[in-house]
Each structure stands twice: as structure tokens, then as C-alpha cells.
């Protein structure tokens, strides 16, 4: 089974920040990786689809990037409804695993 | 809207069965692969199976195989998870998932819209 490892699990952030969240598969998954959003209590959203793609109606200040091993999703000028657990998902192969989420605080 | 409702979820003891359901609207059903994702409390998110349009492509994770079945009935627009054999592991709120679609990068398997949720909880 492809590992998925994300880092940090947990972050300090204020209204305005730069947040960058990042990925890293044990094997080569090329673009195949969604990164979601879950508040508490409720489900997990869609953000990020193929490593960069935006989901309709997700803000623009949501980015992702990577390829390969390697990913990273980015929120610029953090806002009050952006404070929730974030996790990636390779999507290339077996099971299609989680990372272990990041909770962004 | 998509919308998808889940039901069944209950308190078992081991090795009892339970039968999840979901009810799905707002799309074209018999166009979608369509999952079963679960979390445990306080935990991450755990992919569990998935099922084609046309039931003809069935997938589990190894801890489930053999024990869940997954099954669809495009009529209803609903799929189902049929749960035998429990265990204490199994306990966790479990999503029914609407895939992004065929077109996409890893879009069979981009989970797109979820549910609510049902709870199954495994405790002797």
C-alpha cells in the first residue's frame, strides 16, 4: 500500500496568514492526489483535485502543487472559516489512503 | 443539489452484521462510481470500497474483504454496505461518497460529495 505522510499534523495560524500544508507519498503517484477539507462535526469537502485543480466553488486563495512523491496545499490570507483539519489522498493506486491530517488552529 | 443520506448505523456486538444504506439525489446515479469511507473516532479518514456504475468493478481494502459486501441498486439510486463478521475496528462513522467522475485525474476515487454519515459502533 502507498504511505501517506503529512506534515505538520497540527499548526498555529492567525487570520491573514500564508498556511502551506505538505504531502509526501512512499511511491511516485504523479498528479493523483485530492486534498480535502473537514470541519468538526461534519464532512470532509473537497478542495483540490489532480495535485492543483480547484474544485468548483472552493476560494481561489486554496492552491495545490507537486508531482511525483511530493505535494503541497497552500491557503494565502487565511480566513476565520479556513480553521478546520485538512488531509491529502494519493488516488493513483490500492487503497486510496489518507494522510493522518493536519489540524490548522 | 448532490445529495446523499446514509442510514443504518447501530451498536453491535462482534461478529454481529449490520446493513448500511444510502440514498443519493441531485445527479445522474447510474453515471457515477460511488464509495464507502469511514473514520473512527477522533481519528483520519479510511477508504472501505467502491462500487461502478454498473456493479461490474467491486473494490475493499484487505481488512474488510471477504467480510463487507458493497452493492448498488440504480433504480433506487442508492448503494449499500452489507456488514458481517464485525469487529471492535470497525467502529467509526461511515460516509457514503459520490466520485468526481472518469474524466479526471484519479476522479474515480476523488470523492466529491459526501454524506452525513452513520455511526456503527462494535463493543461487546
Known amino acids: 500500500d502507498i504511505q501517506v505522510t503529512q506534515s505538520p499534523s497540527s499548526l498555529s495560524a492567525v487570520v491573514g496568514d500564508r498556511v502551506t500544508i505538505t504531502c509526501r507519498t512512499s511511491q511516485s503517484v504523479t498528479l493523483y492526489v485530492s486534498w480535502y477539507q473537514q470541519k468538526p462535526g461534519k464532512a470532509p469537502q473537497l478542495l483540490i483535485y489532480?495535485?492543483?485543480r480547484l474544485q468548483s466553488g472552493v476560494p481561489s486563495r486554496f492552491s495545490g502543487s507537486g508531482s511525483g512523491t511530493d505535494f503541497s496545499l497552500t491557503i494565502t490570507d487565511l480566513q476565520a472559516e479556513d480553521f478546520a483539519t485538512y488531509y491529502c489522498?494519493?488516488?493513483?493506486?490500492?487503497?486510496?489512503?489518507f494522510g493522518q491530517g493536519t489540524k490548522v488552529e | 443539489d448532490v445529495q446523499l443520506v446514509e442510514s443504518g448505523g447501530d451498536s453491535k456486538q462482534p461478529g454481529g452484521s449490520l446493513r448500511l444504506s444510502c440514498r443519493a439525489s441531485?445527479?445522474?446515479?447510474?453515471?457515477?462510481?460511488l464509495h464507502w469511507v469511514r473514520q473512527a473516532p477522533g481519528k483520519g479518514l479510511e477508504w472501505v470500497a467502491g462500487?461502478?456504475?454498473?456493479?461490474?468493478?467491486?473494490v475493499y481494502r484487505d481488512s474488510v474483504e471477504g467480510r463487507f459486501t458493497i452493492s448498488r441498486d440504480n433504480a433506487e439510486s442508492s448503494i449499500f454496505l452489507q456488514m458481517d463478521s464485525l469487529r471492535p475496528d470497525d467502529t467509526g462513522l461511515y460516509y457514503c461518497?459520490?466520485?468526481?467522475?472518469?474524466?479526471?485525474?484519479?476522479?474515480?476515487?476523488?470523492?466529491?460529495?459526501w454524506g452525513q454519515g452513520t455511526l456503527v459502533t462494535v463493543s461487546s
Open positions: 489522498q494519493q488516488t493513483w493506486n490500492g487503497p486510496r489512503t
Open positions: 489532480s495535485a492543483s
Open positions: 462500487i461502478n456504475a454498473k456493479s461490474d468493478f467491486i
Open positions: 441531485g445527479f445522474k446515479f447510474d453515471d457515477y462510481m
Open positions: 461518497a459520490k466520485a468526481l467522475g472518469a474524466g479526471f485525474v484519479g476522479g474515480t476515487y476523488t470523492f466529491q460529495a
